[in-house]
């Protein structure tokens, strides 16, 4: 399977199973695309290389001619060599090797090694786009997880960690921080446990800033792993969707303490992360002030919420929002030659690695590897599935008793989502995610196919990235 784009002057070829990316010249791009025109026109199921070879020049004329035409033949002959030896070394028309190796995923085991421990079912700000309802989580009441609680999900967390040692846990709300002493403890009871049973715990704290203070950053920076600080960009849209209870805007109460936060941290190992909704589909604009206050790690995602909501993405602003991605891409590149480059999250792309195949088959692994753990201790395949009726799969003290919904999980592959079998970007988003998916098509192994539009661009502008940044030299 190939995918061909042009994007910002690179011309662009995707060879899907294999992995491997392409930037040619014009002539390859053409001629590429004859060749792959002639593989459908003679469904060769299957191109190997002795099957695209067998086309001739005439026939890859008639099949692409007008184009082709353009060319010297020489020059034709030349990009054909190049091309043949692509195909002959599986970096071109290679066969999908993948889904040979998807076994009945249902009877593999599955070892949890990352938990969200929703500490806090609290929050102080009244966050318009919530999932989590201020922190309640379709609950009655709010409530914040004891240490005892906490404890026994360590507990559980280590006990079903069998063979693996690096085990991840996210404080996560809510808002976290109103229950800080119970994080402290929580990572104390953590160490205690690494040499004991041979573990190496990696601690992240997502924090909205309001109670961030120089006691709390003293201590995330000796123990978190990872920052995640919430600020959505510019001062009017943050305002906007993350106000105080009272409505007043929390834009001034948190930008100096981030801010203080990322230096401290030597603007590694965090990100500040913001969500853009309809009332800044120009969120290219929030990533650059992000940068222009000196953050080098930025996330800036599209909102998920249902088509009632005022500030819902919707299909009409689809090309707007690619276009966005577009002019993102070419302003982080000009920040890159002024000597003042940012990483964007969802541009960040490994190309000579990636994820491994297991990885890239199997997606977040929500369900099975990582589980979110509630206040009183019961257990969800994710933070965004808590509190959802018939999602709930046991708890710490009983572990998963649930097991025919665990299987479900176990099953999310992509493969098993009939809309990411022709998808290029499959092995890049690994199946998206599960939690969307069911909430826009009722289904774990479904599509939210907003958000399927805005991954496919991602990919293309994060490797159209790679190529201007490896004519920078970097």
Known sequence: MLHQYRSNGYNIVMDVNSGAVHVVDDVVYDLIESLDLIKDERSISSATEEGIKAASYDEIKDVFGDRLSSYDEELIKEAYEEVSELIGSGMLFSEDTYKDIVIDFKKRK???????????????????????????????????MSYEVGRQALDFLVAGSEGRRNLEVDFFGGEPLMNFDVVKQLVTYGRSLEEKYDKKFRFTLTTNGVLLNDEILEFANKEMSNLVLSIDGRREIHDLMRPFRGGQGSYDAIVDKFKKAADSRNQTDYYVRGTFTRNNLDFSEDVMHLAGLGFKQISVEPVVAGPDEDYSIREEDVPFILEQYDILARKL???????????????????????????????????????????????????????????????????????????????????????????????????????????????????????????????????????AEADMGS
């Open 110 to 144: 599955t070892n949890v090694k990352a938990l969200c421990l929703h500490v806090s079912h609290d929050c102080n700000l009244a966050c318009r786009y919530c999932f989590a309802e201020e922190g309640k989580y379709h609950q009655d009441k709010r409530q914040l």
């Open 333 to 467: 590149i000009e920040l890159k030659k002024q000597g003042r480059g940012v990483n964007f999250f969802h541009f960040m792309i490994d190309l000579e690695g990636g994820p491994c195949v297991y990885k890239r088959l199997s997606g977040c692994g929500s369900g099975t590897e990582y589980l979110a753990v509630t206040p009183e201790g019961d257990l969800y395949p994710c933070h965004q599935f808590v509190g959802q009726d018939g999602f709930k799969l046991g708890n710490v003290y009983d572990g998963i008793v649930n097991t025919e919904l665990r299987d479900e999980f176990k099953l999310c592959n992509v493969y098993s989502r009939e809309k990411c079998r022709e998808c290029f970007a499959r092995f890049y988003c690994s199946g998206g995610c599960a939690a969307n998916a069911f909430a826009f098509s009722g289904d774990i192994n479904g599509a939210y196919d907003i958000g399927c539009e805005l991954m496919r661009k991602r990919v293309e502008a994060a490797i159209m990235l790679k190529a």
